[in-house]
Nanobody, 120 residues
Framework: QLQLVESGGGLVQPGGSLRLSCAASGFTLDYYAMGWFRQAPGKEREGVSCISSRWYTNYADSVKGRFTISRDNAKNKVYLQMNSLKPEDTGIYYC??????????????WGQGTQVTVSS
């Protein structure tokens, strides 16, 4: 059974950092595009970042220069390093997977999410 499990969320002060992890089981990440999404209270889910199976990356304008996505296919994990966090980064962060090489489009598989709260 294909499963994605996020971890690493928590409460952090503005300007702080967090590293989110997404562990995959039931499949290997090698041929999947992997995305991170977030949903703030009262808002629609939005794309944060994506990494293709060929390691191409893209980022939402709001996180460029602060967030870094990476993948470790040997460990079957994807990461999101978040630096210089702002209160507006608060939300539930979801990992998603799609069996295609490139970013963009819909994702078939989703994790349960991890809460990130940026507050003083």
């Amino acid at each position: 059974q294909l499963q994605l499990v996020e971890s690493g969320g928590g409460l952090v002060q503005p300007g702080g950092s967090l590293r989110l992890s997404c562990a995959a089981s039931g499949f290997t990440l090698d041929y999947y595009a992997m995305g991170w999404f977030r949903q703030a209270p009262g808002k629609e889910r939005e794309g944060v970042s994506c990494i293709s199976s060929r390691w191409y990356t893209n980022y939402a304008d709001s996180v460029k220069g602060r967030f870094t996505i990476s993948r470790d296919n040997a460990k079957n994990k994807v990461y999101l390093q978040m630096n210089s966090l702002k209160p507006e980064d608060t939300g539930i962060y979801y990992c998603a997977a799609e069996p295609r090489s490139s970013c963009g489009g819909e994702y078939a598989y989703w994790g349960q999410g991890t809460q990130v709260t940026v507050s003083s």
